[in-house]
């Protein structure tokens, strides 16, 4: 058999040394030798054998014969990470989970792992918690009770060769990894979390998930005769390090199918779940989640979940109907503008692009005649939303109006649009939903750019819709 043996590879140019060093001698690249295993095949007559059969192996088909197979997808129990995931989670894949420490990942995949145990069985794997910290997790929870008690097991490991080994020999619908930052491989000797250990975990992980649907027989929840009755999914939980990656190496990212982000302020309620990556759905859908008592739960009426409450108008606020994936929310943009006590102005933004806040400020005074050149500037979305949508640049300059000026904009009054450098308005994807939504929260007026190449403006019963082409007189249609 193949043997196995532990070199430092470098990332960048390939080469392999047998001792770690802070350079590479052939590329002259600073840390970037990573523990990797190298696999020497062995010699002899099973080589041949293995040529052969590789030569009597799948042919390559024309593109429209090959067979459609119909995907089986294994509902998680909670309706807005089916949504993100596209439909459930697809047996055999690889789900990686990501999110800040103390955001409520463990929490998440623990409700995941009940929704699951109403139609299979589940293997939680901890190696953060132990057993009995896990237990009074879902005992808080209230997840001890009913299928939920018997069909999720939980066993507190680090070792990914003894998780693989768990997992195969007990055959369960979803093998949870909690976190993949503690898990080792036993032929390396790097420390967990390191960018050897991290990737080879990894690769085991998926080697389990992608190898598992040739075995393992039919199990409850499976894919009902596709063929893939015996396929494991897997979902391992990723840590956001301090540089903002996920879980150190982005060939993590690269391995798995679909990679989840669990976004919100940690000492907030809401949660927002996105989608970066995922090879079985859109990558546009968000999820949103409140944490409660019972951990996370669905809003009623996501939409109306960013918009701040205040009593009476106030300047520097404008609300915003944004569009994510096929559910529009609405945002409240706050700005506040106040002359600077220091020689260079700040320019701070929370939820939002700082380089974007700084093109409009230069905008707005060149093209508006609202100079904020001597003034600090500091901009927000309420809620704890992040959004990099170019849509948001018509609410974001009246709302910098709005507070510079201390007028605020007729209640009622939403805003959307994208600001170019001339100060002309751009049409944005999407308005007659997003406009739609505002009429049905109660919103009576609309400052939308002025039709161009997308045909009129829409018409919505209830909702004066004002058409504008620059933002000089969307200003003064809003500020009025």
């Known amino acids: 058999m193949a043997r196995v043996q532990s070199r430092y590879v470098c990332q960048s140019c390939g080469e392999a040394f047998l001792r770690w060093e802070g350079q590479c001698r052939n590329c002259g690249g600073w840390n970037s030798l990573v523990e990797t295993l190298v696999r020497e095949p062995a010699k002899g007559p099973r080589t041949v054998a293995r040529a052969a059969a590789a030569r009597t192996g799948d042919q390559p088909q024309a593109l429209a014969r090959v067979a459609d197979l119909e995907l089986p997808r294994l509902s998680v129990g909670l309706p807005e990470l089916d949504r993100v995931l596209g439909g459930g989670l697809v047996p055999g894949s690889v789900v990686l989970v990501g999110g800040e420490p103390g955001i409520g990942k463990s929490t998440l995949l623990l409700q995941v792992a009940a929704g699951v145990a109403e139609r299979g069985t589940v293997l939680y794997a901890s190696g953060e918690e132990s057993a009995v910290q896990v237990r009074l997790r879902a005992t808080r929870l209230g997840l001890t009770d009913g299928l939920a008690g018997t069909a999720v097991r939980v066993v507190a490991e680090s070792s990914i060769d003894r998780i693989v080994d768990l997992a195969t020999s007990e055959q369960p619908n979803l093998l949870i990894v909690d976190s993949i930052q503690t898990a080792t491989v036993d032929d390396l000797d790097g420390a967990a979390g390191s960018v050897g250990q991290v990737r080879e975990s990894a690769l ?176 927000n979305l309420a809620g704890g939303l992040v959004l990099d949508e170019p849509a948001l640049d018509l609410p974001l300059a009246i709302a910098l109006a709005s507070s510079f000026r201390d007028r605020p904009v007729q209640p009622g009054t939403v805003a959307i649009g994208e600001v170019g450098l001339l100060g002309e308005l751009r049409s944005v994807s999407g308005l007659e939903r997003r406009l739609r939504e505002a009429a049905r929260l109660g919103f009576s007026r609309a400052i939308v750019p002025r039709a161009g190449r997308g045909g009129p403006a829409p018409e919505i019963e209830g909702l004066e819709i004002v058409a504008v082409g620059t933002l000089r007189e969307a200003l003064e249609r809003a500020l009025s």
């Open 204 to 379: 085991r992980l998926m080697e389990l998930a992608k190898g598992s649907g040739t075995g393992g027989g039919s199990r409850a929840g499976g894919a009902g005769g596709s063929g893939r009755s015996g396929a494991i999914a897997v979902v391992i939980v990723g840590h956001v390090t301090k540089d903002g990656s996920l879980a150190g190496p982005k060939t993590l990212e690269h391995l798995v199918d679909a990679v989840i982000g669990l976004e919100g302020e940690r000492y907030a309620t809401l949660r927002l779940l996105r989608s970066t990556k995922n090879r079985f759905g859109s990558t546009e859908e968000v999820g949103v989640l409140e944490m409660g008592e019972r951990g996370l739960s669905a809003l009623s009426d996501p939409a109306r979940a960013f918009l701040a409450e205040h009593e009476g108008p106030a300047s520097g606020s404008v609300v915003a109907p944004t569009l994510e994936g096929s559910r529009p929310l609405l945002v409240e943009v706050q700005a506040l503008t106040a002359s600077t006590a220091y020689g260079t102005p700040r320019r701070t933004a929370s939820g939002l692009d700082q380089n974007r806040l700084a093109l409009l400020v230069a905008v707005l005074g060149r093209r508006a005649g609202i100079a904020l050149g001597s003034h600090d500037v500091y901009a």
